[in-house]
């Protein structure tokens, strides 16, 4: 789906967590997973550095799926005191930022194309101290059978959450939010709270879109 006009609910067989997640993810946190990086998302992260100074890396905020960057905007106006990066790995979202090329800098915010689940690593293996992490509206994949690509059952979960800070998901499906708490309680060892996103800011313009098609929306907020 893609913003504008009217947006039906995720449809999905699937009401509730799926009864292998725990399995899943006790899986990836015990085989580190090994799958070659993306050579153009390595190219993309080392053109990114190059754009922060030493400081700077201690303020960092990440829009993980960033789309347009139109919730990366909306991010660096929040927190003006850090730099917010917008990773998609999208060169059509990006193509009006100019973005689709190469990491783009406007004031306290950067765009970069590149493929979340290399960015990740490549973070943690940079040392990252990430401040927020936000997660925004990912795609749902509601079939069961696609568990292992919803990001809390896919291999790089354990990388994910390794790069810390506060990490906010919000979605408009609740089985999805319900597994994220899940998987991140299974981690960490504590239990994670979802809640009814009563006022949407409009953060992002999927967020936009669900809130004016009457859409209940969800959040959890870990770390």
Known sequence: ??????????????????????????????????????????????????????????????????????????????????????????????????????????????????????FWRLALDAGWPLRRHYLLYPNPWPKAAHLRRRWHGHPVFPAMLALGGRLVLRTNWKVYVDEFAQAVGLVRGKSVTVTRVDRPEGVSPFELKYAQSGHPLFEVIAG
């Open 1 to 118: 789906m893609t913003p504008g006009g009217d947006s039906r609910p995720v449809r999905s067989a699937q009401a509730a967590p799926h009864p292998r997640l725990d399995e899943v993810v006790r899986r990836h946190l015990a085989t580190p997973w090994r799958q070659p990086l993306h050579p153009p998302s390595i190219e993309a992260f080392g053109a990114l550095e190059s754009l922060l100074d030493g400081d700077e890396r201690n303020r960092l905020v990440l829009d993980s799926g960033c789309g347009t960057g139109a919730s990366t905007r909306f991010l660096a106006d929040r927190h003006p005191g850090d730099v917010v990066i917008g990773v998609d790995q999208s060169a059509a979202r990006l193509a009006s930022s100019g973005a689709a090329n190469g990491p783009v800098r406007v004031g306290n915010r950067v765009l970069v194309r590149a493929e979340l689940a290399t």
